[in-house]
């Protein structure tokens, strides 16, 4: 009997599957971000071996020399998104031969400097685009795109209101 190639990504995910299906503890994981303080506004953010650079565009304090924090946000939008939709068309069996997204939001700065406390001080909306190219049909594409919306971590997190306790600590 002749198995056909499982792709890395299939691997991944039946490791992952059996790894929990024996242990459920095992689907709980933990990701971490330190971040230190310099110049007017910006920071240094540690992500495991990676550091990132973070500032803001001279209107908002900073002397733009890094992405600013809602930048960084439409970039771990936009990639999971690209991460979401390979795992999920290699698990549904769509052909996908490239991927290219883009993403844009509206913010109002009057929430952030606290002009006015009525204006929310985050995106009020977010736009994405996600351009599919493969030989699918338009409806396989739209079968992915529900799959993604339904499971992309960083999707979910903008969706769904997501508890955060914050600690302050003085020395």
């Known amino acids: 009997m002749t198995t056909a190639p499982v792709s890395h990504l299939q691997a991944v995910v039946a490791a992952n599957h059996d790894a929990v299906s024996e242990d459920p503890a095992k689907a709980a994981v933990v990701f ?3 971040a230190r303080a310099h110049s007017a506004v910006a920071s240094t953010v540690t992500l495991g071996r990676f550091e990132v ?3 803001e565009p001279p209107a908002l304090g900073g002397e733009n020399t890094a992405p600013n924090p809602v930048e960084y946000y439409l970039a771990s939008l936009l990639s999971c998104q690209v991460v979401t939709y390979r795992v ?3 698990k549904l069996g ?4 490239g991927i290219t ?3 844009e939001g509206d913010l109002d700065v009057r929430g952030f400097f606290g002009f006015d406390d009525s204006v929310r001080a985050g995106f009020g909306e977010v736009r994405v685009v996600v ?3 493969g030989p699918e049909a338009r409806e396989r594409y ?3 795109q529900e799959a993604v919306d339904a499971h992309c971590p960083v999707l979910d997190l903008t969706r769904n209101a997501t508890p955060v306790r914050t600690v302050l600590e003085t020395a």
């Open 142 to 144: 739209l079968e992915l």
């Open 94 to 97: 769509i052909t996908v031969d």
């Open 101 to 103: 997204a883009r993403a």
């Open 32 to 34: 971490r971000a330190d």
């Open 131 to 133: 351009t599919l190219t």
């Open 53 to 55: 650079e973070v500032d």
């Open 88 to 90: 999920w068309a290699d």
